[in-house]
């Protein structure tokens, strides 16, 4: 579960509330992922016990993903994006940008940034995430 919740980067809490149709080419094929398939096609709303605690480092801050998808990108471009969020080790807005917020950091390929275990990310195939 802590893996599915780090490849969507959307929440921390664990529910599959979110939309299958708008996510599921950021998540690999898992039983959870098809467990999230159903409860979606069907309009349940499932809220599953906080399983992974992930607090925000600094006040204010937001979910990386979540900021990307209100700054308008379309679904390739988001499914790129959380691609390469995965492979720099990224969850928040904080991790990316400077101290004070106002830029991002130059030094975001090289840092350390991890708040959990992050699972291998695979490259993306031809057509996929289309």
């Not at 893996?3 to 599921?24: D, N, V, W």
């Not at 039983?31 to 979606?40: P, R």
């Amino acid at each position: 579960m802590e893996h599915f919740l780090i490849k969507l980067g959307r929440s921390r809490q664990p529910t599959l509330c979110e939309s299958f149709q708008l996510y599921q080419y950021w998540i690999t094929s898992s039983w959870v992922k098809s467990i999230w398939e159903k409860v979606d096609n069907y309009g349940y709303n499932a809220v599953l016990d906080n399983i992974i605690d992930l607090p925000f480092p600094r006040v204010g801050n937001k979910w990386l993903m979540c900021v990307l998808v209100d700054l308008g990108y379309n679904q390739q471009e988001l499914r790129r994006m959380n691609g390469v969020r995965l492979h720099q080790q990224v969850l928040f807005l904080s991790d990316v940008l400077c101290v004070r917020g106002k830029k991002i950091d130059p030094r975001v390929g090289t840092m350390n940034t991890v708040h959990s275990h992050f699972p291998c990310e695979e490259p993306m195939l031809e057509g996929e995430g289309t």
